[in-house]
């Protein structure tokens, strides 16, 4: 029999999700009388996952998309990095029109294409996340042998985790980040909500051009931001393009969860320590371990850009924002501090001194409602919890109402 890699063995428990999953389930097993009745129904306000339809325009694209196939003058098969007219449309759209079709990489989104970047850099690479962050960026790191092996409640040896707290409005002090790492910064974050401003970006990206890092900027809910002075792309700062790779989603913009969909822009003047391009080498480990979107998900992204598109992303980004404000509001008349749900779908509520499995626990138990606790983001996390605002309408009002029970 062949050995376990190591690696997977280094790996802490079981994925957050999923384990958050199995508690619901658990609970669920053995509460079997609570299903049947709305008021103990269980509503999820924990995993981020979209829950609304997909809008008219974008739909028809997909439609359009699959209608494609069926005729031999319009069928295609692999489209490798990305149709040209997609990523032309991404550059136009989201970065004025900066990047050529050759920076831009259509994946099957963002995680996905997480995973695979890191291959970029390899065993012994020095990484670095915002504490809490999408817990992807760490496992995967631990995967690839980033990280060190041991693992403690203060995370894993070999990760260098920069707080992001209420003290420091939850952007990090950058002064521990050590030489030549690769820094996974994601804004508008995942889960704490908050958005970095231009000045936290400039900052954000002259320390990463003089400690020689590379960073992969998460701009998953890039769309989600209404402060219309908030940066959308690490690209709107000078200097980004020789420091940093954007990862982004039609997920939860047009509602592509399930249908899978995003990019990524590897800018040509991004170079390793010795002067390689990285933009060269993703072409090399893209073309080798992925083989192309799907052309129906990109038929529905084509449409997306469209400004019957753009104007159903911005509908439904406000749809979820709208559901934000009802939980947040609601944790805010018990006197819970929150952060987050303005410019993002998340919010990150406050619950001092306690242990935020437990309260995970204690809210599943008196509200029947799931969330995720903080802990699950990283050690600073330990005492928040994390409330997301993708449900229906009916479903977070309803939750909302019962987080009353906290009090
Ligand atoms: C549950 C910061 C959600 N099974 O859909 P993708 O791959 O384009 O984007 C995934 C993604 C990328 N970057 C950030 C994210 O927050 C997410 C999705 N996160 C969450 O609840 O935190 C869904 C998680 C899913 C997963 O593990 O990703």
Known sequence: MLNRNP?????????????????????????????????????????????????????????????????AETYTGYSDEGLAELREGISKTFYGGAFSAGEIFISDGAKCDIGRLQLLFGAGTRAAVQDPSYPVYVDGSVLIGAAGASVSDEGYAGISYLPCTAENAYFPDLDPLP?????????????????????????????????????????????????????????????????????????????????????????????????????????????????????????????????????????????????????????????????????SPYIWARFPGRDSWDVFAEILEKCRVVTTPGSGFGPSGRSFIRFSAFGHRADVEEAAGRLAKLG
Not at 20 to 36: C, K, N, Q, T, Y
Not at 240 to 267: D, H, I, M, Q, Y
């Open 7 to 71: 690696r997977i063995a280094a790996l802490k428990a079981g994925y957050l999700f999923p384990e958050i999953a199995r508690r619901r389930r658990e609970f669920a097993a053995s509460h079997p009388e609570d299903a049947a009745r709305p008021e103990t129904r269980i509503i999820s306000l924990g995993v981020g996952n979209t829950t609304e339809p997909i809008l008219p325009v974008i739909n028809e694209g997909l439609v359009d998309g699959a209608r494609r196939l069926a005729r």
């Open 179 to 343: 030489p030549n790492a690769l820094l996974y910064f994601c804004s508008p974050n995942n889960p704490t909500g908050a958005a970095a401003d231009k000045a936290q970006l400039g900052l954000l990206v002259q320390t990463a051009l003089k400690k020689g890092a590379l960073i992969i900027y998460d701009a998953a809910y890039a769309e989600y931001i209404r402060d219309g002075a908030l940066p959308k792309t690490i690209f709107e700062i000078p200097g980004a393009e020789e420091c940093a790779v954007e990862v982004n989603s039609f997920s939860k913009p047009a509602g592509f969860t399930g249908v899978r969909l995003g990019w990524t822009v590897v800018p040509k003047a991004l170079k390793y320590a010795g002067g390689e391009s990285v933009n060269a080498d993703w072409h090399r480990v893209t073309g080798t371990i992925f083989n192309g979107a799907s052309n129906i998900a990109q038929s529905g992204g084509l449409a997306a850009l469209t400004p019957g598109g753009l104007r159903e992303i911005r509908e439904l980004c406000d749809f979820y924002l709208g559901n934000a404000r009802l939980i947040r509001g609601a944790l805010e008349k018990l006197g819970i501090v929150c952060v987050g749900g303005d410019n």
